[in-house]
């Protein structure tokens, strides 16, 4: 059963590149166009940026390096990484060996160029980078439509507590991890076929102090599970994350789980005691675009003429991936872009490409394309790499 809504939907703002989602690909994506002069909106469902990062206690910033001593990704991905430690550092991880003492020597034994962070300190901190470019950022704001004229959106549709408005952008950002607007603009996507592991990160302070807890880790990609590397988890079901009622499902399981090792440590420790809990689903992968290419894991050190950035393997040491640009986009439609865990790669590939540093290689990239044209099948591709060069970003292995 249906009922049929009739809309009068005003059009309350107009920018030049809107983001949707805050989450790392949607923060270097608004910084990307706003340095490049453009008028940016972004948009995000919650009331912090960073996404799982953030809000998702997924507090690492993975490697920026090969694993093998070499730096592979740079620009934004790199600022970013400092300013998630410019407040506070822990010390653990790569801050040694990187970031204090840069001068010395890296090989396969150095460990890699990686931080904790506190994830209250980076949302705000990446906040107010934002503001201070002129970003105009609109939280609590969730994306419902996208109208089109012809292969382009003219519209993008939108809830707050405002009410329903729309946004007219010349070119969007899709940062939303789920491929969002790729679906509401009839872009072609793929859905993640192995589904997601219950997972229930949390803080907690106990008789060692404070630290964060990887209650149900992480995953293998089905191709590389063998019988020496399987992970118990949390829970047998798997959750698509493209589900109302399956999200709150898993919300409400990884809720339980937390309270369950909560009880359990303080068995041994009286003072034992959560303290922070994540406020979304710690789900990865969920849908991409299907965009003009699709990156596999089995192109390392693979040379691509329109790579926009290099990123490296987090799960390993050795491979090294250029990211072509033709993975970022869809001709279907012309002036949407993708950035983050949703540009089109395989489902093993997907895994290397959901975190941080990747987030961020996509996200400097798709900005700076959004803030040269609204139409990505005709980008001046030569002029959009001397661009990221100029802003730091290493294109090629060969050139490292």
């Avoid at 340095?35 to 690492?60: C, D, Q, S, W, Y």
């Avoid at 872009?187 to 964060?212: H, R």
């Avoid at 803030?371 to 490292?400: C, P, W, Y």
Wanted: charged share 25%; glycine share 8%; proline share 2%.
């Amino acid at each position: 059963m249906y009922i049929q809504e009739n809309l009068k939907t005003e059009i309350k703002y107009n920018c030049d590149v809107l983001v949707c989602g805050g989450g790392i690909a949607g923060i270097a994506a608004a910084m990307s166009a706003a340095r490049h002069g453009k008028n940016v909106i972004l948009t995000e469902r919650m009331f912090m940026l960073g996404g799982l990062a953030t809000a998702g206690l997924i507090a690492i910033y993975l490697p920026l390096c090969d694993g093998l001593g070499k730096q592979v990704s740079y620009g934004i991905a790199e600022e970013l990484l400092r300013l998630s430690i410019a407040e506070y550092c822990d010390g653990k991880r790569g801050y040694d060996d990187w970031i204090a003492h840069p001068e010395n020597e890296k090989n396969e034994n150095t460990p890699r160029y990686e931080v904790n962070f506190n994830p209250n300190e980076f949302a705000i901190l990446s906040e107010k980078l934002l503001l201070d470019l002129g970003v105009k950022i609109l939280y609590g704001t969730t994306i419902v439509s996208a109208t089109k004229n012809n292969d382009k959106i003219s519209y993008v549709i939108a809830e707050n507590k405002s009410g329903r408005f729309a946004i007219h952008a010349s070119s969007v950002v899709d940062a939303t991890g789920d491929a969002d607007l790729a679906v509401m603009a009839d872009a072609p996507t793929e859905t993640f076929k192995q589904g997601n592991v219950l997972a229930s990160w949390y803080y907690y302070f106990g008789k060692d102090g404070y630290d964060l807890k990887t209650l149900g880790f992480a995953d293998i990609p089905d191709e590389d599970k063998t019988e020496s590397n399987k992970i118990e988890h949390l829970s047998n079901k798997r959750f698509s994350g493209l589900d109302g009622e399956e999200i709150t499902e898993q919300t409400i399981l990884s809720h339980m789980s937390t309270m369950n090792d909560v009880r359990k440590m303080r068995k041994n420790d009286s003072s034992y005691q959560a303290v922070t809990i994540a406020t979304i689903p710690q789900i990865r992968m969920t849908r991409r675009v299907a965009g003009e290419y699709e990156l596999s894991h089995k192109e390392e050190h693979k040379f691509f003429e329109d790579s926009i950035g290099l990123v490296s393997d987090w799960k390993k040491r050795g491979p090294v991936y250029e990211v072509p640009f033709s993975t970022l986009y869809s001709s279907k439609v012309k002036n949407l872009i993708f950035a983050g865990r949703c540009v089109s790669t395989n489902e093993a590939m997907w895994d290397i490409m959901r975190v941080i540093p990747c987030c961020a290689i996509t996200g400097q990239a798709a900005g700076l394309a959004a803030a040269m044209t609204n139409d990505f099948t005709s980008i001046n591709l030569e002029k959009l790499q001397r661009k990221l060069q100029e802003d730091g970003v290493a294109l090629h292995e060969k050139d490292l």
